[in-house]
């Protein structure tokens, strides 16, 4: 039995070869991003190791802000004098170091990365610690001069000589760069200018007796462990964060971390996409051959092989397949991890392909992987195959498999239908969030088995609907390519199958998305009155001087400032809620038209209140007069009374969780040294909106980090982060569609062998080789559209239930793209006609009496 499974599997590899592709796929995009995280993590291991000081002294994080506040928090320098009395301790430096710091040259061009990544200016020591060394020129001398990395430098065509303009919280000033630095072990993809201690001090943190925080190195023979107890007991660690090296590198990893699981859960989304339809591929792929090779299977039966034997048989050819694909797989993944850490390179982060990573799980999970979807896979094939007797498998397998009766089939998919059905509806019913999440994850999946299992059911009526012209428009060849995909449903069930689980998801997400962009669209209409919206490129908070020139302009009228703080409530339910709130300038009635279900904007606005959103209220036991205990970042303490509460949780820019803002006099009182996030600015009476933006830019024109918006601007900028989203949702379908034009490829080349007898007799009786071509293509795209239509249907009910799970978010808008929906059906009858190509090709070229004479 071995001997004939190996023979087997050699005779049938190139069969084989569209499900080999499928498990290399799904295993290549598991191995590629487990490698590309494991680089990343250990590269930033080691920058971290090397650039860490032993132990650390902080301001006090009681809270971890989502939003940049631009506020810099410090602690006294002179603490750096007291930490190096403490026993242990070898030295003790003072850092000076600000993220997202506005560099512009001489230009007027921002200096820095364009990717998300900060532009962090520091104060330059020349220790082992430093992350970067200096490889040219020489060190910063007093105010004016500075060192920038030699990434940026060779980016932006900067050398030692030009001037560089910094825009920080104090104020803007000038430098001359005067040295070249490169990175000791790798640039995480930020720009780095350096200046000296106390320039840096003063320019950054507005005077010398501030810093952002203590290095402090360890004494031969002090553990960092003990070195921070001594400190800590020193300096307090109730007042400062006292930290090793070890925990300031695990903080550092903490934050990557997000950024490593977008990329990662992303490739394996990938993964999971080409293995759910893969399935599909394999399981039809594994059933035609065992329905093509009944003879040999129940000879073997008559010689002896019993059904254990049989069914073992294929599921060893399963595995050998699978083991075949998941080496090819991994040797793809080391590929697309090398092509992932060039990509990451253009965006300025530099990894070294030498150093690749590839840890004992990859593998691992590379070959569970792809072994364990082909068994599983080819399971119910090899129960099929063992279940049949001698006798029965001597007759013709493919009318015996089509003319099984789909009654299982019917019960299971409508009772799994049925279950489904009801968990969408009590997810349009539902009243709170997460019921409504848990109950649509509950009905997708449910659906979506029970498409799977009745598509055999459903491909008769539809494909009669479907391919309804194709006799009057094709003639007989029409009709023929009609019946041949209605011969074997579960067949045209399973090759369409693959296709409709990838365009399910993709029209889902695309009335989810389009419902999202409409929700925000009159959001924005009924809440934003403001003329125009000032705010940074990246949302990252601009410092005072930008606002006084905005309220300085020529025509500018009313200007209320926006900043964004984090901020922990104490609810009376005993939740305490981290949260970002907003701060706003009283005028707040002139730019933003919010409607109150108790209280005004006065009220919420004055100091010592705030204004809460009614439904998040009702939920924790807030009423109006409510006293909430109230944190704010650096330790500030407040019980806040509530003086409003408000319809607005998701209007754009006033509050994340439960709606909060209050006003500008509490953020200045409580968090000091906050910047502002946006100006919202009306024109003056007298002064036409086109001409007050004209002269906004013009104000702006030294600050290209700094744009005008009106509303229009507003939705487009709304749009464009929604459409990421959908951009990569269209690149799960546009993976889906690969293996599933792989599987309907490898059907219709299956068909092709199954009925080379019936294709040399229409040859024989005057079927012209075009029109068999045509026949094949016209089958190949009846299914992908029945698929596509499917799959659409099934996905637009997802999308609408999840359009429900939106509107208890406040987004009310139903939208359905049925542009979209059109160019997915017509697109998939082009995938159709593109997958047939191949298998129409390979029958036009058969030799008619040897195809007559095929057994």
Same mark, same amino acid.
């Given at each position: 039995?071995?001997?004939?499974?190996?023979?087997s599997?050699?005779?049938?590899?190139?069969?084989?070869?569209?499900?080999?592709?499928?498990?290399v796929?799904?295993?290549?995009?598991?191995a590629?991003?487990?490698i590309?995280?494991?680089? =990343?993590?250990r590269t930033y291991?080691?920058?971290?190791?090397?650039?860490a000081?032993?132990?650390?002294?902080?301001?006090k994080?009681d809270l *971890?802000?989502?939003?940049?506040s631009?506020?810099?928090q410090?602690?006294?320098?002179?603490?750096?004098?007291?930490?190096?009395?403490v026993?242990g301790?070898?030295?003790?430096?003072?850092?000076?170091?600000?993220?997202?710091?506005v560099?512009v040259?001489d230009?007027?061009q921002?200096v820095?990365?364009? *990717?998300?990544a900060s532009?962090t200016? /520091?104060?330059?020591?020349?220790t082992g610690?430093?992350?970067v060394?200096?490889?040219?020129? @020489?060190?910063? @001398?007093?105010?004016g001069q500075?060192l920038?990395?030699a990434?940026?430098?060779g980016?932006?065509?900067l050398?030692?000589?030009?001037?560089?303009?910094? &825009?920080?919280?104090p104020?803007?000033f000038r430098?001359?760069?005067?040295?070249?630095?490169?990175?000791t072990?790798t640039?995480?993809?930020?720009?780095?200018?350096?200046?000296?201690?106390?320039?840096?001090?003063t320019?950054? !943190?507005?005077s010398?007796?501030?810093?952002?925080g203590?290095?402090?190195d360890a004494?031969?023979g002090?553990?960092?462990t003990e070195?921070?107890? &001594?400190?800590?007991?020193?300096?307090g660690?109730?007042?400062?964060?006292?930290k090793?090296?070890?925990?300031q590198?695990?903080?550092?990893?903490?934050s %990557?971390?997000?950024f490593?699981?977008?990329?990662?859960y992303?490739?394996?989304?990938?993964?999971g996409i080409?293995v759910?339809?893969?399935?599909?591929?394999?399981v039809?792929t594994?059933?035609?051959?065992?329905a093509q090779?009944?003879?040999?299977?129940g %000879?073997?039966?008559?010689l002896?092989?019993? /059904?254990?034997q049989?069914?073992?048989?294929?599921?060893t050819?399963?595995v050998?397949?699978?083991l075949a694909?998941?080496?090819?797989?991994l040797?793809?993944?080391?590929g697309l991890?090398?092509?992932?850490?060039?990509?990451?390179g253009?965006f300025?982060?530099?990894? /070294?392909?030498d150093?690749?990573v590839?840890?004992r799980?990859?593998?691992?999970?590379a070959?569970?992987?792809?072994?364990?979807v082909?068994f599983?896979a080819? $399971? %119910?094939?090899?129960?099929r195959?063992?279940?049949v007797s001698?006798?029965a498998?001597l #007759?013709?397998?493919?009318?015996?498999d089509?003319?099984?009766p789909?009654r299982?089939?019917?019960?299971v998919g409508?009772?799994l239908?049925?279950?489904?059905?009801g968990?969408?509806?009590?997810?349009?019913t539902?009243?709170?969030t997460a019921?409504?999440?848990?109950? !649509?994850?509950?009905?997708v999946?449910?659906t979506?088995?029970?498409?799977?299992v009745?598509?055999?059911l459903?491909?008769?009526?539809?494909?009669? =609907?479907?391919g +309804?012209?194709f006799?009057?428009?094709?003639?007989?060849?029409?009709?023929?390519?009609?019946?041949?995909?209605?011969r074997?449903?579960r067949?045209?069930?399973?090759?369409a199958?693959?296709l409709m689980v +990838?365009?399910a998801l993709?029209?889902?997400?695309s009335?989810?998305g389009?419902?999202? *962009?409409?929700?925000?669209d009159?959001?924005?209409d009924?809440t934003?009155?403001?003329? $125009?919206?000032?705010?940074?490129r990246s949302f990252?908070?601009?410092p005072?001087e930008?606002t006084?020139?905005?309220?300085?302009?020529?025509g500018?009228?009313?200007?209320v400032?926006?900043?964004?703080?984090?901020? #922990?409530?104490?609810?009376?339910d005993g939740?305490?809620?981290?949260?970002?709130?907003?701060g706003f300038?009283r005028p !707040?009635?002139?730019?933003?038209h919010?409607?109150?279900?108790?209280?005004?904007?006065a009220?919420a606005?004055?100091?010592?209140?705030?204004?809460?959103?009614?439904?998040f209220?009702?939920k @924790?036991?807030v009423?109006?007069?409510s006293?909430?205990p109230?944190?704010?970042?650096?330790?500030? &303490?407040?019980?806040l009374?509530? +003086?409003a509460?408000?319809h607005q949780?998701?209007?754009?820019?006033?509050?994340?969780?439960?709606?909060? $803002?209050?006003?500008?006099g509490?953020?200045?009182r409580?968090?000091?040294?906050?910047?502002?996030?946006a100006?919202?600015?009306?024109?003056?009476?007298?002064?036409?909106?086109?001409?007050l933006?004209?002269r906004?830019? &013009?104000? !702006?024109?030294?600050?290209?980090?700094?744009?005008?918006r009106?509303?229009?601007?507003?939705?487009?900028?709304? @749009?464009?982060?929604?459409?990421v989203?959908?951009?990569?949702?269209?690149a799960? %379908?546009?993976?889906?569609i690969?293996i599933? =034009?792989?599987?309907v490829?490898?059907?219709?080349?299956l068909?092709?062998?199954e009925?080379?007898r019936?294709?040399g007799?229409?040859?024989?009786?005057?079927?012209?080789? /075009?029109?068999?071509?045509?026949?094949?293509?016209?089958e190949s795209?009846?299914?992908s559209?029945f698929g596509?239509?499917?799959?659409l249907v099934? +996905?637009?009910?997802?999308?609408?239930?999840?359009?429900?799970?939106?509107?208890l978010?406040?987004m009310?808008?139903?939208?359905i793209?049925?542009? *979209?929906?059109a160019?997915v =059906?017509v697109?998939?009858?082009?995938v159709?006609?593109?997958?047939?190509?191949l298998?129409a090709?390979?029958?036009s070229?058969?030799?008619?009496?040897?195809?007559i004479?095929?057994?």
């Amino acid at each position: 039995m071995l001997k004939a499974t190996l023979r087997s599997f050699l005779a049938h590899k190139g069969r084989l070869l569209m499900s080999a592709l499928a498990v290399v796929l799904s295993v290549a995009f598991v191995a590629g991003s487990l490698i590309f995280s494991d680089t =990343v993590g250990r590269t930033y291991d080691r920058l971290f190791a090397s650039t860490a000081a032993d132990v650390t002294v902080g301001p006090k994080q009681d809270l *971890t802000p989502p939003v940049p506040s631009g506020a810099v928090q410090t602690v006294p320098a002179s603490l750096a004098r007291r930490v190096a009395r403490v026993p242990g301790v070898a030295a003790a430096r003072v850092d000076a170091v600000v993220d997202n710091v506005v560099v512009v040259d001489d230009r007027n061009q921002p200096v820095g990365p364009t *990717t998300g990544a900060s532009t962090t200016v /520091r104060n330059w020591e020349d220790t082992g610690r430093s992350p970067v060394r200096l490889t040219s020129g @020489h060190a910063p @001398h007093g105010d004016g001069q500075a060192l920038l990395d030699a990434d940026t430098a060779g980016h932006q065509h900067l050398r030692i000589g030009d001037t560089l303009t910094v &825009r920080a919280r104090p104020g803007t000033f000038r430098v001359r760069i005067v040295g070249i630095t490169t990175f000791t072990t790798t640039n995480p993809g930020a720009a780095l200018l350096c200046l000296d201690t106390p320039t840096a001090q003063t320019r950054l !943190l507005g005077s010398t007796a501030r810093a952002t925080g203590i290095a402090v190195d360890a004494a031969r023979g002090v553990t960092d462990t003990e070195l921070r107890r &001594r400190v800590g007991a020193a300096v307090g660690t109730g007042t400062y964060d006292v930290k090793t090296a070890a925990e300031q590198a695990r903080s550092a990893a903490e934050s %990557l971390g997000g950024f490593l699981g977008v990329i990662k859960y992303v490739m394996l989304g990938f993964a999971g996409i080409a293995v759910l339809v893969g399935v599909f591929l394999i399981v039809n792929t594994f059933s035609m051959l065992i329905a093509q090779r009944t003879r040999e299977l129940g %000879l073997l039966r008559a010689l002896g092989a019993d /059904r254990r034997q049989v069914r073992r048989s294929v599921l060893t050819e399963a595995v050998l397949l699978g083991l075949a694909g998941s080496t090819l797989g991994l040797a793809a993944g080391i590929g697309l991890a090398a092509g992932l850490m060039r990509l990451m390179g253009a965006f300025g982060m530099r990894l /070294r392909v030498d150093e690749m990573v590839i840890g004992r799980a990859t593998p691992v999970a590379a070959y569970v992987v792809g072994v364990a979807v082909t068994f599983v896979a080819a $399971y %119910l094939p090899a129960r099929r195959a063992a279940a049949v007797s001698p006798m029965a498998a001597l #007759a013709d397998a493919e009318v015996a498999d089509a003319g099984r009766p789909l009654r299982v089939r019917a019960a299971v998919g409508a009772v799994l239908g049925t279950a489904g059905a009801g968990a969408l509806t009590g997810c349009g019913t539902a009243s709170t969030t997460a019921t409504a999440v848990s109950l !649509l994850g509950l009905g997708v999946v449910l659906t979506l088995i029970a498409t799977v299992v009745a598509g055999p059911l459903l491909a008769r009526p539809l494909i009669r =609907v479907l391919g +309804g012209a194709f006799p009057a428009l094709f003639g007989s060849v029409g009709r023929m390519s009609q019946r041949n995909a209605l011969r074997n449903p579960r067949r045209t069930g399973a090759t369409a199958a693959a296709l409709m689980v +990838g365009l399910a998801l993709v029209g889902g997400m695309s009335v989810a998305g389009a419902s999202m *962009t409409r929700s925000i669209d009159h959001q924005i209409d009924r809440t934003l009155g403001a003329d $125009y919206i000032v705010q940074n490129r990246s949302f990252i908070p601009f410092p005072p001087e930008i606002t006084e020139k905005v309220r300085a302009t020529p025509g500018a009228g009313v200007v209320v400032r926006q900043r964004l703080v984090e901020v #922990a409530v104490r609810l009376p339910d005993g939740r305490r809620v981290e949260t970002a709130a907003s701060g706003f300038d009283r005028p !707040l009635d002139a730019v933003a038209h919010i409607k109150y279900a108790a209280g005004n904007s006065a009220a919420a606005l004055a100091d010592g209140h705030l204004a809460m959103d009614v439904g998040f209220a009702r939920k @924790h036991g807030v009423r109006l007069g409510s006293v909430l205990p109230t944190e704010f970042q650096g330790g500030g &303490r407040a019980g806040l009374t509530v +003086g409003a509460l408000t319809h607005q949780q998701q209007a754009q820019g006033f509050g994340l969780q439960g709606g909060l $803002y209050f006003g500008i006099g509490t953020v200045d009182r409580y968090e000091p040294g906050t910047q502002d996030a946006a100006l919202y600015v009306d024109a003056a009476p007298g002064t036409g909106t086109g001409l007050l933006r004209a002269r906004l830019e &013009r104000t !702006l024109v030294p600050y290209p980090n700094v744009q005008v918006r009106d509303q229009a601007d507003y939705k487009k900028l709304v @749009h464009d982060q929604i459409a990421v989203l959908l951009y990569l949702v269209y690149a799960l %379908l546009g993976l889906a569609i690969v293996i599933a =034009v792989l599987g309907v490829v490898n059907t219709l080349a299956l068909s092709v062998v199954e009925r080379t007898r019936e294709i040399g007799l229409l040859r024989a009786i005057g079927l012209a080789r /075009r029109q068999l071509r045509r026949m094949i293509r016209l089958e190949s795209v009846v299914i992908s559209v029945f698929g596509a239509v499917l799959g659409l249907v099934v +996905g637009v009910v997802w999308g609408v239930c999840a359009q429900r799970v939106l509107a208890l978010q406040g987004m009310t808008a139903l939208a359905i793209p049925w542009g *979209t929906i059109a160019a997915v =059906v017509v697109g998939s009858a082009f995938v159709g006609v593109v997958a047939a190509l191949l298998p129409a090709l390979r029958a036009s070229r058969m030799n008619v009496l040897a195809a007559i004479a095929h057994e």
